[in-house]
């Protein structure tokens, strides 16, 4: 009875994640949502070859590589009143024969380049999407924010590529904010997460209390930090959507008489005027982030750092509620870890696989040193007791 309840728990505790995630963002009332028939009717300055092409209100734009080109990017001031907290933006693109250039960054793809408020020079660039050769993506969907916290957007979607065309089917961008139930609600989930871990180590009366907390608690904060929210700076929808509080349009889009509205009271050369110095960023930075930068810098030791991470939470997970218990959660943590990075849209591959390989590894290495050092330690419950010795 007491498994059964645990892992129907566990079911809805995960469930919960899927909703609180969800509600993360909601769109902001007082600024218009843009779509790429409104970005067409803006008429801003294309590249050299570029063109709109198919129907008024379902345009594509379509951007060919052209070294004779002095600019291969189109950049649009995005026509908001205020500097904007995030923008939720939705894509489809693809490419067509289009080869990379000299760097590995010469591709087509869509940004979000931030300007600081009261300056014209950007202070950030978020990367949206991407592709190369034939590639095709469709829906991809995720919220970027600036790092100051409010600044002006910019949309740059660039062909740097030495041939070949990119081709962007599909463009929605929508101002949101984020919802004060996310605030509170991911903490009061955390807290229920930490009492599922407390009733599944509980049980054995061997084990003190303060042991059953300690190894709780790290639980979680390995959960935190490297499987949900994790260390991800894109913050794209996990499993479902977002549900940003629009009634009648799922999409969150405006309505033809709203964006004709506002269109009027934005000028085009105000839309288009973008900072000269705002040029190609070229390879986009890694992301202020620790854990994203270490495994940038050591992408040659992935396999070590993943075994000597899980190896050394499972020893300490063995020291404080034993064997059984210990590679249970650690087990648990490797699969979210692989898990959630699916759910957030960063796909699932052979790497992933031995990701898994690796992690499974750390736990039996923890395994068999927590073993061998029981040759020189008595070790039951969660206390530790030196052996007597034999000369004693």
Not at 30 to 54: H, S, Y
Request: aromatic share 10%; charged share 20%.
């Amino acid at each position: 009875m007491r498994r059964c309840f645990l892992f129907a728990a566990l079911l809805a505790l995960i469930a919960g994640l899927f909703f609180v995630r969800s509600y993360r963002f909601v769109r902001s009332l007082d600024e218009p949502a843009f779509e790429l028939a409104d970005l067409r009717r803006l008429d801003p300055a294309l590249p050299i070859g570029a063109e709109w092409t198919g129907d008024a209100d379902k345009p594509s734009l379509r951007l060919p590589a052209s070294a004779d080109s002095p600019s291969r990017s189109l950049k649009v001031a995005l026509p908001v009143q205020r500097p904007v907290e995030a923008l939720y933006v939705r894509v489809g693109m693809s490419a067509e024969g289009l080869v990379t250039g000299k760097h590995e960054w010469d591709s087509g793809r869509l940004l979000i380049q931030w300007m600081s408020v009261g300056h014209h020079d950007p202070e950030e660039t978020d990367p949206v999407g991407s592709v190369e050769d034939d590639e095709e993506i469709e829906g991809l969907s995720m919220v970027v924010r600036p790092a100051s916290g409010r600044a002006h957007p910019v949309l740059r979607i660039e062909n740097l590529g030495s041939e070949g065309d990119l081709v962007i089917s599909a463009l929605e961008i929508i101002p949101v904010r984020k919802r004060g139930f996310w605030e509170w609600g991911r903490w009061g989930l955390c807290l229920c997460w930490f009492g599922w871990a407390l009733a599944f180590l509980s049980g054995d009366p061997r084990i003190k209390r303060w042991r059953i907390s300690a190894a709780a608690a790290i639980w979680i904060a390995m959960g935190i930090t490297f499987a949900f929210p994790g260390p991800w700076q894109q913050l794209m929808p996990f499993v479902v959507p977002y549900e940003l509080g629009v009634t009648g349009a799922t999409s969150g889009k405006i309505s033809s008489d709203e964006s004709r509205t506002y269109r009027e009271k934005v000028s085009v050369n105000d839309a288009s005027r973008v900072s000269e110095k705002a040029e190609t960023p070229g390879r986009i930075p890694v992301a202020d982030n620790w854990i994203i930068q270490t495994k940038q810098h050591f992408k040659k030791f992935r396999m070590l750092m993943h075994i000597g991470l899980i190896s050394a939470c499972t020893f300490v997970f063995l020291l404080l509620v034993g064997a059984r218990r210990a590679i249970t959660l650690s087990g648990i943590l490797v699969i979210a870890m692989e898990a959630c990075q699916a759910g957030f849209g960063f796909g699932f591959d052979f790497q992933d696989v031995l990701d898994l390989v690796w992690g499974a590894a750390g736990i039996f290495l923890a395994v068999w040193l927590y073993g061998k050092l029981r040759e020189r330690f008595s070790i039951r419950g969660g206390e530790t007791k030196p052996m007597p010795s034999s000369s004693g």
